[in-house]
DNA sequence: CTTGACTCCGTACCTAAGTACGGATTCAAG
DNA sequence: CTTGAATCCGTACTTAGGTACGGAGTCAAG
């Protein structure tokens, strides 16, 4: 494993968070990751913490929590704003289980569905496009 | 109620299916719609089949297939191939399945931050904040 | 015959979260 | 000092499902 000693340019940076070079760049458009510092020359020198920040990232995201969400989430990274960030989780629990009432609803009918297909054998009406047409 | 002896205009055969004349047009472009006959002029002229069309398109979507699907579902439209409706409702069960055990996964995953969120006032570090930097 | 509403058509725009490209620098090794 | 890899930057493209725009043509009523 090579040293950088004055720390990670982007492509190394990019392979230690688990990302693309090009999300990185991304993220940096859309200030999800501060600037960083650009030790002699143009180029670019990320730290321990910028990992961190695009782990914290893509946790979030596995949450299910936006990009511009997690923005906020950001925002309160010190921890000691425990109350906004459960309002914000709070909110993000809403939607999940806005959705999960939405998901099992269609489950159901579409389970219902195959099955009334499965009985119907040899019918000259299929349920399936018979329930589409229905509604 | 006007009449309209040779078919819908457009604008009113939006308004008869409950969707937008851009929808109508792009429908007609993703091939949903078959481009309908053109009697006296270059205007397009709907009939009642289309409109349960597009309705069959609208209930679909409310199922979860997406277009280009729901374009695989037309061409079964005459109710004799319940065979492959199925697979395709099957298929599409388990898309939604799948969506599902994410889900609930998330779901609780976020009750448990919120709860241990709630836990744990007058704390330092956010449960929250940390458990997002945790992975 | 004019006016206003409607339609036609192609094209651009929208959101979200990136991905891809390409010319110009710059960095590091030999 | 040269060469090749990496970086910089802006821009365009991607998917899905539409929405919006604008100029030109057409249709029906008065």
Known sequence: MKKHPRGLPIGAFA???GVNVETIRFYQRKAL???PGRSYGSIRRYG???????????SAQRLGFSLQEIAGLLTLDDGTRCDEARVLAEEKLEDVRAKLDDLRRIESVLAQLVDRCCASRGRITCPIIAALHAH
């Open 33 to 35: 990751l501060p600037e």
């Open 48 to 58: 321990e913490a910028d990992v961190a920040r695009v782990k914290f990232v893509k």
């Open 15 to 17: 392979a230690a968070a």
